[in-house]
């Protein structure tokens, strides 16, 4: 399988705190994309980033790529309560996506 | 509003009783795909469509079938369910021409096969 893992699996943090989540992937890639996931509710876009870039940012977001090691990570900075969810990212293979694990996210009021 | 709608949210049924999820979406986007996820595995990709008529397999498509006769829908059928397929299933589309952008997803459908 060509699916990714997010490490760590869970996090807890307080409210304020930076949450920091790893993506690690198995073949080349044109883009690499994170989503979040409410309970069980469908997953919501976060930011992509294309194999060319090195580092993005949106918000309170920000997302490194490093192709030579394949692996991608996503800083959520100043975390809210609403921050707490899975966080999944997903790569890219011709017209396939895979999908890690995940990291299960809390953050604590 | 731009979204895309399955149904149904919820059923429960029993094994080899034939079913159908319906998938729509109102964005024009040519490219829709099925997944199912299960706790430890993340999403896996079933079937996928890059325009009317053209479908391709996923990483698990074995006891799934689909189709694409129009643009807006893309239903998941499950000739013969079994109980290995009690999983929460999601249907996504993305941008026309745009097979890797973002995709957008539905609320979800939580299948249990008895």
């Known amino acids: 399988s060509q699916q990714g893992e997010e490490d760590p699996q869970a996090l807890s943090i307080q409210e304020g705190e930076n949450a920091t989540m790893n993506c690690s992937y198995k073949t080349s890639i044109n883009n690499l994309q994170w989503y979040r996931q409410n309970s069980g509710r469908g997953l919501v876009h976060l930011i992509l980033i294309r194999s060319n870039e090195r580092e993005k940012h949106s918000g309170r977001l920000r997302v490194t790529l490093d192709t030579s090691k394949k692996s991608s990570s996503l800083l959520i900075t100043a975390s809210r309560a609403a921050d707490t969810a899975s966080y999944f990212c997903?790569?890219?293979?011709?017209?396939?996506?895979?999908f890690g694990t995940g990291t299960s996210l809390t953050v604590i009021p | 509003e731009a979204q895309v709608t399955q149904n149904p949210r919820y059923l429960i049924t029993v094994t080899g009783k034939k079913l159908t999820v319906t998938c729509s979406q109102n964005m024009n986007h040519e490219y829709m795909s099925w997944y199912r996820q299960d706790p430890g595995l993340g999403l896996r990709q079933i079937y996928y469509?890059?325009?009317?008529?053209?479908?391709d397999k996923g990483d698990v498509p074995e006891g799934y079938k689909v189709s694409r006769k129009e643009k807006r829908n893309f239903p998941l059928i499950l000739e013969s369910p079994s109980p290995n397929q009690t999983s929460l299933y999601f249907c996504?589309?993305?941008?026309?021409?745009?097979?890797?952008?973002?995709?957008?997803f539905g609320p979800g459908t939580r299948l249990t096969v008895l």
């Open positions: 997903a790569t890219d293979a011709g017209n396939q996506f895979y």
């Open positions: 469509s890059m325009n009317v008529e053209v479908t």
């Open positions: 996504a589309s993305s941008f026309p021409g745009a097979a890797t952008d973002t995709q957008y």
